[in-house]
């Protein structure tokens, strides 16, 4: 049973930054692709940043540049490093793993930015 842990959510003011982490648990993993998606109120959950286990990294044009996402495979965590934050970010941000054809949830953790 996979299950995955999300943390590092909060209120920051414009301009901040706050670093999310997401362990997983379970049984040893093969290839997988670990990712962040955002749900801001009355909107579509969409996707922020994924990166794969060999490395392979994507992310949405609204966070180039702000945001990085890194891994630490040994640990099976995913990171969301988000930098120059914006009142648009403002959502619940949930992590994804995609492990043999089945996509596992987080919880999702609240991000508000907000002066």
């Known amino acids: 049973q996979v299950q995955l842990v999300e943390s590092g959510g909060g209120l920051v003011q414009p301009g901040g930054s706050l670093r999310l982490s997401c362990a997983a648990s379970?049984?040893?993993?093969?290839?997988?692709?670990m990712s962040w998606y955002r749900q801001a109120p009355g909107k579509q959950r969409e996707l922020v940043a994924a990166i794969s286990s060999g490395g392979v990294i994507n992310y949405a044009d609204s966070v180039k540049g702000r945001f990085t996402i890194s891994r630490d495979n040994a640990k099976n965590t995913v990171y969301l490093q988000m930098n120059s934050l914006k009142p648009e970010d403002t959502a619940v941000y949930y992590c994804k793993l995609w492990l043999r054809s089945t996509d596992y949830w987080g919880q999702g953790t609240q991000v508000t930015v907000s002066s």
């Open positions: 379970g049984s040893a993993f093969s290839y997988n692709v």
